[in-house]
C-alpha cells in the first residue's frame, strides 16, 4: 500500500538553528509533493510545491528538496524563529490525475529561545 | 490571496442531530472543493470531493448517507453529517481548487465538531 511517512517524534531547535523535516513515500511515483504549515486549531496553509524535474526549491528562507529516486523530500527552514513553531505537513498526488492530495502525519516543529 | 471561509469554526451538540459546516471560497471561483477529517494527533484523512453541479465522489469507508455534501454553486460547498453520534466528533476542514489554474488547493480553518 501507499505510504507517506514524516517523523512522528516532535523536533525541538534552538533560534537561528536550521530545521530539517524529512517526508519519505512508498510504491509511488509522484509529479509533485507540497508543503503545508498547520497550526493548532486551523487549516493547513501552502508553503511550496516542488515537481518530479525539479532536484530543489527555494522560498525566503524555507528549501524543499525532492529526490525521485530515494523517494524523499526534506523540507529546510534556515535561520529559524520561534514563529516557526508549527506542524509541517507533506502532501502527494497519489491518484496522479492533478489534484487530490494524501497527506503525511506531519512533524511538529518547536523553535526554542 | 486567495481565501476559503468555513463555518462555524466549531460546533457542540447532542447525539442524533444533524450538523451542517458550510465552505465558501471568497474571492475566487472553485470549480472543485474537498471535504477532509482530521483526528487529534493525525494528518488529514480526505472523506470526498465535491465538484459544482455533480454529485460528490466519496473515499472508500466514507458513508455518503451519513456525510452529505451539496456543491450547488462555484463558491459554495456543505457538509451535512447526519444523525451525528459521539464518534463523528472531529476536525472538518474543507479546501477549494480554483477554476482553470494550477494554484494548489486552499484550505478553511476547520470546524471542531463535538457530539455529546
Known amino acids: 500500500s501507499q505510504k507517506i511517512e514524516q517523523n512522528s517524534e516532535a523536533l525541538n531547535i534552538q533560534e537561528g538553528k536550521t530545521a530539517t523535516l524529512t517526508c519519505n513515500y512508498t510504491n509511488y511515483s509522484p509529479a509533485y509533493l507540497q508543503w503545508y504549515r498547520q497550526d493548532p486549531g486551523r487549516g493547513p496553509v501552502f508553503l511550496l510545491l516542488?515537481?518530479?524535474?525539479?532536484k530543489e526549491k527555494r522560498k525566503e528562507r524555507l528549501k524543499v528538496t525532492f529526490d525521485t529516486t530515494l523517494k524523499q523530500s526534506l523540507f529546510h527552514i534556515t535561520a529559524s524563529q520561534p514563529a516557526d513553531s508549527a506542524t509541517y505537513l507533506c502532501a502527494l498526488d497519489v491518484t496522479g490525475g492533478g489534484n487530490k492530495l494524501t497527506f503525511g502525519t506531519g512533524t511538529q516543529l518547536k523553535v526554542e529561545l | 490571496g486567495a481565501v476559503v471561509s468555513q463555518h462555524p469554526s466549531w460546533v457542540i451538540c447532542k447525539s442524533g442531530t444533524s450538523v451542517k459546516i458550510e465552505c465558501r471560497s471568497l474571492?475566487?471561483?472553485?470549480?472543485?472543493m474537498f471535504w477532509y477529517r482530521q483526528f487529534p494527533k493525525q494528518s488529514l484523512m480526505l472523506m470526498a470531493t465535491?465538484?459544482?453541479?455533480?454529485?460528490?465522489?466519496?473515499e472508500q469507508g466514507v458513508e455518503k448517507d451519513k456525510f452529505l455534501i451539496n456543491h450547488a454553486s462555484l463558491t459554495l460547498s456543505t457538509l451535512t453529517v447526519t444523525s451525528a453520534h459521539p464518534e463523528d466528533s472531529s476536525f472538518y476542514i474543507c479546501s477549494a481548487l480554483q477554476a482553470s489554474s494550477n494554484q494548489p488547493q486552499h484550505f478553511g480553518d476547520g470546524t471542531r465538531l463535538s457530539i455529546l
Open positions: 465535491s465538484n459544482e453541479g455533480s454529485k460528490a465522489t466519496y
Open positions: 474571492d475566487f471561483q472553485a470549480t472543485t
Open positions: 516542488i515537481r518530479e524535474n525539479e
